[in-house]
Nanobody
Framework: VQLQASGGGLVQAGGSLRLSCAAS????????MGWFRQAPGKERELVAA????????TYGIPVKGRFTISRDNAKNTVDLQMNSLKPEDTAVYYC????????????????????WGQGTQVTVSS
């Protein structure tokens, strides 16, 4: 499956952005989907992930309550709504797909994910 992330940009602190990940080559309905981010000099970290059934989600602690992941298996897309953005949210954001075998699992480790998009830059100014 090929993944294409979009929607990044420059936003002021307190603002919102919506990222979108479009998949091609395969249906995402058999994959858990995740958003990760990586800031300069830091390790890639989980932002949010959703099981392929949509019945289970997990979030990184820094974004919990501010970001929301959603998916539309029919449209083959996964979105990340980001509200109340902070300068520390500045990073390159990646979407990823995990061919996990269960409809109710969304894993947190980036090494678990099989396919990655190219990333989209999010910059939050103070």
């Amino acid at each position: 499956v090929q993944l294409q992330a979009s929607g990044g940009g420059l936003v002021q602190a307190g603002g919102s952005l919506r990222l979108s990940c479009a998949a091609s080559g395969d249906s995402i309905s058999g994959y858990a989907m995740g958003w990760f981010r990586q800031a300069p000099g830091k390790e890639r970290e989980l932002v949010a992930a959703m099981s392929w059934s949509g019945g289970y989600t997990t979030y990184g602690i820094p974004v919990k309550g501010r970001f929301t992941i959603s998916r539309d298996n029919a449209k083959n897309t996964v979105d990340l709504q980001m509200n109340s953005l902070k300068p520390e949210d500045t990073a390159v954001y990646y979407c990823a797909a995990d061919a996990v075998g269960s409809p109710m699992i969304a894993r947190r480790g980036p090494y678990e994910y099989d396919y990655w998009g190219q990333g989209t830059q999010v910059t939050v100014s103070s």
